[in-house]
């Protein structure tokens, strides 16, 4: 497991409202976790990820300028576990294997989810587009198949 200052797991967060991101991070800082975001957008979130990737991922499907699905796919790709915060919306069986929270849920729950999550990490579900692609060829977070869309 990858581990943020004093050996903390780091988790990712990409959530565009101001209240719940903040109150997400607070419960994950006192939970002990080092938090990165909250981001608003997968592109903003997705360029963390070629930096130093978090141990663990929060992702609203909602998210500013389009879906949170596109990250989704970019964290599978590099086996980083994660949880969707879906609220009322669906969410394609391609995720059926994620943790989901409705977007009212208990800190507690959040916290065991993403401290089981840091437990385990790489244990996702293999994206299905590293085999529809050239090796090496670049990948854009709008190039999801039709399977992990919404």
Partial sequence: MRSGPGDRPVVLVA??????????????????CAVRGPYGT???AARCLDETPPDFAVVSIDLNHGSGFPLACALRRKGIPFALISGNARVPRAFSDVPQFDRLFEARAMVSTVTA??????GT?????PDRRPAGAPFALDQCPTACRA
């Fill in 117 to 122: 999550g840091c437990a385990v990490a790489g």
């Fill in 125 to 129: 579900r293999a994206c299905p587009m």
């Fill in 42 to 44: 997968s592109a903003e």
């Fill in 15 to 32: 959530e565009p409202q101001a209240l719940p991101g903040m109150w997400l991070e607070d419960v994950l800082a006192e939970a002990g």
